[in-house]
C-alpha cells in the first residue's frame, strides 16, 4: 500500500504561481509511476502531468497540452515526494488537485489515464482569481 499526501494549493491571481507537493509513505519503492490529476465539478479527472522513474537518476515526464510549457513536474525519491510548479496560472487551472501512483510501465504511465493509477491523495483545491 502507498498512501498519498497532496498539499501547497491556495488562492492566487491569474498569472500566478503555485507549487504542489506530494509526499508518499508506505511501500513508496513500488511506485515507480506518480501523476498529478485536477477535477473540476461535474467534469471527468484529468491528467496534468506524469512522471516515470526509469531507474537511476533517469525520468521521464509527460503533460496535457493544456498545461504544457507552465508545469513542471518533478520527484524526490529521498524524500518520497513528488511535485508540481504551476506557473502562469489562469482561471480555467481552478480545480481540486489529486496525486496518484502506480507501478506501471513507462507508456501506460505517461499516458495519463485515470485506471493505470492505483493509489490516490485526498486532494488539495488550487483557486485562480482572473
Known amino acids: 500500500q502507498v498512501q498519498l499526501a497532496e498539499s501547497g494549493g491556495g488562492s492566487v491571481q491569474a498569472g500566478g504561481s503555485l507549487r504542489l507537493s506530494c509526499s508518499a509513505s508506505g511501500y513508496t519503492y513500488s511506485a515507480n509511476c506518480m501523476g498529478w490529476f485536477r477535477q473540476v465539478p461535474g467534469k471527468e479527472r484529468e491528467g496534468v502531468a506524469a512522471i516515470h522513474s526509469a531507474g537511476g537518476n533517469l525520468y521521464y515526464a509527460d503533460y496535457a497540452d493544456s498545461v504544457k510549457d507552465r508545469f513542471t513536474i518533478s520527484r524526490d525519491d529521498g524524500k518520497n515526494t513528488v511535485y508540481l510548479q504551476m506557473n502562469s496560472l489562469k482561471p480555467e487551472d481552478t480545480a481540486m488537485y489529486y496525486c496518484?501512483?502506480?507501478?506501471?510501465?513507462?507508456?501506460?504511465?505517461?499516458?495519463?489515464?485515470?485506471?493505470?493509477?492505483?493509489?490516490w491523495g485526498q486532494g488539495t483545491q488550487v483557486t485562480v482569481s482572473s
Open positions: 496518484a501512483a502506480s507501478s506501471q510501465n513507462r507508456g501506460l504511465c505517461l499516458r495519463r489515464q485515470r485506471n493505470a493509477y492505483t493509489y
